[in-house]
């Protein structure tokens, strides 16, 4: 994830709450790998720059399986709902 509102060229109504929706609900999903599973991760924060990264570091459970399906699928409605100019979703499998 990268980006935030408050470093966009311009400001448009809105912004705030997608970027907001979008920070609760990446933080929920890492802070629910690491609470309700056993699977090994590393997560890395960038505030100044609205960056965070997470990257499994081996096979997943079905439970983060599941909590990563729930985040993508709470980003593409936000996506759906508010378009490109707030947010943009691009997949890259590694």
Request: include cysteine; glycine fraction near 8%; proline fraction near 1%.
């Amino acid at each position: 994830m990268l980006g935030h509102a408050g470093l966009a060229e311009t400001h448009m109504e809105g912004q705030e709450l997608v970027c907001a929706a979008v920070s609760a609900l990446t933080l929920n999903m890492s802070n629910s790998v690491e609470h309700f599973t056993e699977d090994l991760f590393e997560a890395e924060e960038d505030e100044e720059a609205g960056g965070f990264s997470f990257r499994f570091l081996s096979a997943i459970s079905s439970e983060s399986e599941l909590l990563m399906n729930s985040l993508v699928f709470g980003l593409l409605n936000i996506e759906e709902e508010y378009g490109e100019p707030y947010i943009k979703i691009r997949f890259k499998e590694v």
